[in-house]
């Protein structure tokens, strides 16, 4: 059957791609901006890349109509605090108007859990897209899940930071929220298990796992699976401002998803109960279960997905082509070159950089420049990468964004997505034997020059270290 597939470089998306190819079903995937979504890498041809904007009704033009299902998977939580809800809205009547026009006969919806009288705005947001989806002509079914626990998880990471960093955690009131999580895994196989099941036409589903805990027992929980001792105090004074400025110092979210999340957070999130995992015979994994299974994963590099793949920046959202060509009018540059004697070795080096490697060199000034980014409200060091040795274009590299990465050019390229004044690029580039280490900065107005000039003694020290030691 032929299946329109939104949200596909997102964490969900990106997971059940591979699941619907298996099943051999032909995929239309809809992308904001191609060049962050490699098809290569799935070697089929069933599968179908459109570039559309949801936000924009004239893009949508392109989406076949001989379709038969569809999975609505677009989130704006992420992108912006005040805003999100009303992109949503318009996302979803774009996506309405135009898939009404095909033959579809289902719309599948990933929701949240929404049974409290005072919603949070993320909540009531997403409760919101499912009544906009309901107008349309086809079936829809909507499953709503809690905090989704699984590697690469926005959730998951942030209680891995917040376990693995502090052995005393001074923590807000709504620790003792009560949610139901659920495991990734579960998620995937309800999305796919649902698929033109006409039983499930016309219904909203909640989806969670077998147990409910609050977000301190699952700190607790995690801990004791790392084999860390950790504790807790909890105090009521902690504001929902502060309590957002907790977790982006604490841990690898951005400030915008903190908000977000927060707000989320105080609303208790339990399942209706259902029998839809029994009609689809899905085994529900424990807490437990669902992250020492996320650490399989990360153990044998296979992290598919992650949160930080998100759009962050405005100029990142404008498309990766546009970033592609680096300027060179009115910029500033560092370039070196090195003749290497081991190419294969060096670009293995190159594609390594970054999370847990470092930067080869200086690593303690590279984590100053980390820190002072997060006071002034960028992401910091810590979104680290998915993968110690692979890189794919659109993943993010610490408070990079991958532009371009290809082993057979042996070409990487980043785009700077920290708190600057101006705009930066870093590209590493082999030819004839020789690494060439690029770094492109260009100045927005008379403080972005103020800034690299000040700044020229800590780059040669950097890039002429971290040159040396990737070429050794």
């Not at 041809?45 to 609505?72: C, G, H, K, M, W």
């Not at 318009?90 to 026009?101: H, W």
């Not at 532009?403 to 042996?410: D, H, I, P, Q, T």
């Amino acid at each position: 059957m032929k299946i329109l597939l939104t949200g596909v470089t997102g964490y969900i998306g990106k997971r059940l791609l591979p699941v619907l190819l298996d099943a051999g079903h032909d995929i239309i995937c809809c992308v904001r901006d191609a060049s962050r979504f490699d098809a290569e890498e799935f070697q089929t041809e069933n599968l179908e890349v459109l570039e559309v904007n949801f936000l924009d009704q004239d893009s949508l033009t392109s989406i076949p109509r001989d379709l038969d299902a569809a999975y609505y998977l677009i989130h704006s939580m992420s992108s912006t605090v005040k805003d999100f809800e009303k992109l949503e809205e318009t996302c979803a009547r774009n996506f309405v108007s135009q898939v009404t026009q095909t033959g579809l006969k289902q719309v599948i919806y990933l929701s949240g859990i929404a049974n409290d009288d005072q919603l949070s705005d993320h909540l009531r947001s997403r409760k919101g897209v499912e009544e906009i989806l309901s107008t349309g002509s086809f079936h829809l079914t909507t499953l709503r899940a809690g905090i989704i626990v699984g590697s690469g998880s926005a959730s998951f990471e942030i209680i891995r930071d917040l376990v693995e960093k502090l052995p005393v955690m001074i923590a807000p009131k709504w620790l003792k929220t009560r949610s139901q999580p659920i495991s990734i895994r579960n998620v995937i196989q309800f999305l796919n298990g649902v698929l033109l099941l006409e039983r499930s036409y016309d219904r909203v589903f909640d989806i969670g796992g077998p147990e409910i805990l609050t977000y301190r027992e699952m700190l607790l929980i995690f801990a004791k699976i790392r084999d860390l001792k950790r504790f807790i105090l909890m105090v009521p004074v902690m504001t929902p401002k502060l309590s957002s400025y907790w977790l982006y110092f604490v841990t690898s979210t951005s400030y915008k998803l903190a908000m977000n999340l927060v707000d989320s957070m105080k609303v208790e999130v339990i399942c209706r109960e259902n029998s839809l995992a029994e009609w689809l015979g899905i085994h529900l994994h424990t807490y437990e279960e669902a992250v020492k299974l996320a650490f399989d994963k990360i153990e044998q590099q296979e992290v598919l997905s992650s949160w930080t793949d998100a759009l962050s920046g405005r100029a990142i959202e404008a498309g990766v082509n546009k970033l592609m060509q680096v300027p060179t009018f009115g910029c500033l540059s560092d370039s070196r070159a090195v003749k290497i004697k081991d190419i294969d070795r060096t670009v293995d080096k190159i594609w390594a950089i970054g999370g847990t490697t470092g930067w080869y060199y200086a690593n303690f000034l590279w984590s100053v420049r980390g820190f002072i980014d997060k006071l002034f409200g960028g992401v910091g060091l810590r979104r680290g990468r998915k993968n110690r040795k692979n890189i794919r274009a659109g993943e993010t590299l610490d408070f990079w964004r991958v532009l371009y990465a290809s082993r057979v050019e042996r070409r990487l390229l980043l785009y700077a997505e920290m708190k600057l004044p101006g705009e930066a690029w870093l590209e590493f580039k082999i030819k004839d034997k020789v690494l060439h280490q690029t770094a492109t900065f260009r100045p927005r107005g008379v403080l972005g020059r103020i800034y690299w000039y000040m700044l020229i003694p800590m780059h040669h020290i950097i890039f002429r270290g971290m040159i040396r030691h990737i070429a050794q």
